[in-house]
C-alpha cells in the first residue's frame, strides 16, 4: 500500500512539473495589430540566449550589425526592419511577426520564439499563422496577447513619419487609428504595401480575434528574415501547424519531485516498517 502511495504521488509530482512548464508554451490568446518604427525589443541581446539576435536597420532598412545599437524612438539609428510583416502562403495559412505577452512567462522566453496561431473566431475562424515574437507587449500583463506586426496601424509616436517622410495622415492614417480600408494601403511606402494590403485580404480587417497558441520551432521562412534564432528552438517541432512542444521527462533532481518524495517517505514510513 505505502509503495503504492509513493508511486503515485511522485507521479502526480511529475505530471505537475510538465504542466507547469506547458502552461507557459501553449494556451488562448487575444489578438490585434500593431505597427511602428522603434526598435524592436527583443533584438536586445539580453532578451533571451539566442544562436544569432534579431535584425534591426537604420533609416535606409540597411542592417545595423551592433545589436546594442540605440533605440530609432530614443534617437538611436536602430529601426525595425521592413521586411519583417506577414505574408499569406494560402487563403488560410500566413506567416508573420508579433509583440507577444503571455500570462505566466517573460520576455527571455517568448523573444524569437515562434508560435502556431489558429484563430478561433470571426471572418478568419480555423485560419492558421505562424508568428515569431519580435516585441514586447509592455501595454498588457494580464492575459495572453499576440500583437501582429502589420503596416497601416497607428504610427506610435509620429516614428513612422519622422522615418519615411511625409504626413501622418497620409502614411499611416488619422488619430491613431491607422488606415481604414484598403486604398489607403497604396498610399504608405511601396515596400510596406503588400502587407499592408494583406490586412484586408487575408486578415479581413477583423478586430480582436481570439486565437490558440503552441509554441513550435521557427521555420526558415521566418528566421531568414528575422535573423533570430534561439538557442532552445530545436526542443520544438514545427513540421505541421498543429505542433506538439516536445517535453524531456522529469529528472528526480527537479526540486519539486525532491520534496514530495521527502514528504512521502515520511508519511509511509511507519506503514512501511508496520510491514516489515
Not at 516614428?159 to 486604398?183: D, I, S
Request: with cysteine; charged share 15%.
Amino acid at each position: 500500500m505505502a509503495l503504492r502511495i509513493l508511486s503515485s504521488l511522485l507521479l502526480s509530482a511529475s505530471v505537475m512539473t510538465t504542466q507547469s512548464t506547458a502552461a507557459i508554451l501553449s494556451g488562448e490568446s487575444f489578438t490585434s495589430m500593431y505597427y511602428d518604427c522603434c526598435k524592436p525589443a527583443c533584438a536586445w541581446p539580453t532578451q533571451g540566449r539566442f544562436i544569432s539576435g534579431l535584425r534591426t536597420c537604420n533609416a535606409n532598412d540597411q542592417h545595423i550589425l551592433d545589436d546594442t545599437a540605440g533605440n530609432y524612438c530614443g534617437g538611436g539609428p536602430a529601426s525595425s526592419c521592413i521586411d519583417q510583416t506577414p505574408w499569406a502562403v494560402n487563403d488560410s495559412f500566413s506567416f508573420g511577426y508579433a509583440s507577444i505577452f503571455i500570462r505566466g512567462a517573460d520576455s527571455t522566453e517568448w523573444c524569437c520564439s515562434c508560435y502556431a496561431l489558429e484563430f478561433l473566431d470571426s471572418a478568419i475562424k480555423g485560419k492558421k499563422m505562424i508568428v515569431q515574437g519580435i516585441n514586447v507587449n509592455y501595454n498588457e500583463d494580464q492575459i495572453n496577447w499576440f500583437s501582429l506586426t502589420v503596416p497601416g496601424q497607428a504610427d506610435w509616436q509620429g516614428m513612422c513619419e519622422q522615418r519615411f517622410g511625409g504626413t501622418f495622415g497620409e502614411f499611416f492614417g488619422v488619430n491613431a487609428t491607422g488606415l481604414t480600408n484598403v486604398t489607403q494601403c497604396d498610399n504608405v511606402p511601396q515596400p510596406l504595401q503588400a502587407a499592408c494590403k494583406w490586412r484586408y485580404t487575408w486578415y479581413k480587417n477583423v478586430k480582436g480575434p481570439n486565437a490558440t497558441f503552441t509554441r513550435v520551432q521557427c521555420p526558415a521562412e521566418l528566421t531568414k528574415v528575422s535573423g533570430c534564432l534561439r538557442a532552445d528552438d530545436k526542443t520544438f517541432d514545427a513540421s505541421t501547424a498543429k505542433a506538439t512542444a516536445t517535453f524531456t521527462t522529469t529528472r528526480i533532481s527537479s526540486p519539486l519531485v525532491v520534496f514530495a518524495t521527502v514528504i512521502v517517505i515520511f508519511v509511509a514510513l511507519p506503514e512501511v516498517l508496520g510491514l516489515l
